[in-house]
């Protein structure tokens, strides 16, 4: 993440994995800083995974669930037009980050995602902020 993105990923704890009943993979206290500062972009209380195995066994990337609790996240519009969202959306990398390799990454099957509190700023290059907050987004 710091050598693609020009962020730092920090973890609180180190990931958690189950495979009984289903495989699944559980990390706490996630949180990804702005590109090449130390302030927080996303903060994720706790973050998990459950990937179809018969699918990951054949090579492929299929994903049942993804459940997010406890997010915070700031996008922010910059006077240019760019956000800082844009590195990470496949737009141009951070000054200073290593460009993404040609053809992009491993497609990803995603069947259901699960947003419980979160709290989403949307802030305008004039510095105004917009706010979102959900208990629950299915």
């Known amino acids: 993440v710091q050598q693609r993105y020009a962020r730092t990923l920090t973890l609180a704890q180190p990931p958690t994995l189950a495979l009984w ?3 699944r993979l559980r990390v706490d206290g996630v949180t990804l800083s702005e590109p090449r ?7 994720v209380a706790s973050a998990e995974v459950t990937p179809r195995l018969w699918p990951l066994l054949l090579g492929r990337v299929e994903v049942d669930a993804i459940e997010l609790q406890g997010t915070q996240a700031t996008v922010i519009t910059r006077r240019d037009g760019t956000r800082n969202i844009d590195d990470l959306a496949g737009g141009p990398a951070a000054p200073g980050a290593a460009s993404a390799p040609a053809g992009g990454g491993t497609p990803v099957a995603i069947d259901r995602l699960r947003l419980r509190d979160l709290d989403l700023t949307l802030r305008d290059a004039a510095g105004r902020d917009t706010r979102l907050r959900l208990a629950l987004l299915e």
Request: no cysteine; charged share 20%.
């Open 21 to 23: 009943p289903r495989p």
């Open 37 to 43: 500062s130390p302030q927080p972009f996303l903060r």
